[in-house]
């Protein structure tokens, strides 16, 4: 398996269901807080909200409802993996071939030097 030089590791590890729920609770906040802050500065210099903060708060909040629903399915200290990436993809430009691809294993040694 490959990983793309554009694709950073977020949440790699295991974590009691009480843990998963507050730190997965933390990230979807901080998406809303962000889009909620967006939306508010949109609104104060053009006078109208923005249509695509809007929506994606309402998706955020439904996925996190979803979430913490699926979560209640486990006992607080039940431990739970839980793996997430980042992708950084460029809107306007393409990627060379250079950048796209490393070897699975480069980027678990690169890893493993920046932790030591």
Not at 31 to 54: T, V, Y
């Amino acid at each position: 398996m490959e990983a793309s030089k554009n694709e950073f590791n977020l949440i790699d590890g295991k974590f009691k269901a009480s843990e998963t729920s507050e730190l997965l609770s933390a990230l979807f906040l901080n998406k809303l807080r962000f889009h909620n802050i967006k939306n508010f500065s949109h609104q104060e210099r053009f006078g109208i909200p923005d249509a695509d903060a809007e929506k994606r708060i309402q998706t955020l909040e439904a996925t996190l409802k979803d979430v913490l629903q699926f979560l209640k399915g486990y006992d607080e200290d039940e431990e739970l993996e839980i793996h997430a990436n980042v992708r950084i993809t460029p809107v306007n430009r393409e990627i060379s071939d250079s950048e796209k691809v490393i070897p699975e294993e480069s980027n678990y040694l690169l890893r493993a030097k920046l932790t030591a």
